[in-house]
């Protein structure tokens, strides 16, 4: 007999599943960026932050500002992730790069997408 090259297709009316398609996990990831000093950009931190690329890692379209301490002001911004592709220290890392500006990167939430 042949061999087809579908014969492991399930037949029609089979409860079998035909792919086991995986799904891709993704998490949403909220960030807290200080600068160093009270003067920082931060709107300009930021875009530049934005602008670094990852294959799996996509920026929030906006950011907040919040104070810290005497008239010091962080960074609160979020991104979304492909967990087989970006870990948390990528993120931090990418960020912690800008080091004449970035005091230090905290990460407040990781939650899984559904």
Same mark, same amino acid.
């Given at each position: /007999?042949?061999?087809?090259?579908?014969?492991?297709?399930?037949?029609?009316? &089979?409860?079998?599943?035909?792919? &086991?398609?995986?799904?891709?996990?993704? &998490?949403?990831?909220?960030?807290? !960026?200080?600068?160093?000093?009270?003067? +920082?950009?931060?709107?300009?931190?930021?875009?530049k932050i934005v602008a670094t690329?990852?294959?799996?890692?996509?920026?929030?379209?906006? /950011?907040?500002?919040e104070e810290v301490a005497y008239g010091i002001k962080k960074? *609160? /911004? +979020?991104?979304?992730?492909?967990?087989?592709?970006?870990?948390?220290?990528?993120?931090?890392?990418? *960020?912690?790069?800008?080091?004449?500006? !970035?005091?230090?990167?905290?990460?407040? &939430? /990781?939650?899984?997408?559904?």
């Amino acid at each position: /007999m042949p061999t087809i090259p579908w014969a492991d297709i399930a037949p029609t009316g &089979s409860s079998i599943p035909l792919f &086991s398609k995986k799904r891709i996990e993704k &998490s949403l990831v909220a960030l807290e !960026v200080k600068p160093w000093e009270a003067d +920082t950009d931060l709107t300009a931190l930021w875009k530049k932050i934005v602008a670094t690329q990852q294959e799996g890692l996509s920026w929030g379209e906006n /950011m907040e500002l919040e104070e810290v301490a005497y008239g010091i002001k962080k960074i *609160i /911004m +979020t991104c979304t992730v492909v967990d087989d592709l970006v870990s948390a220290d990528d993120i931090t890392e990418k *960020i912690e790069a800008f080091e004449e500006e !970035v005091q230090s990167v905290n990460m407040l &939430s /990781m939650n899984k997408i559904a």
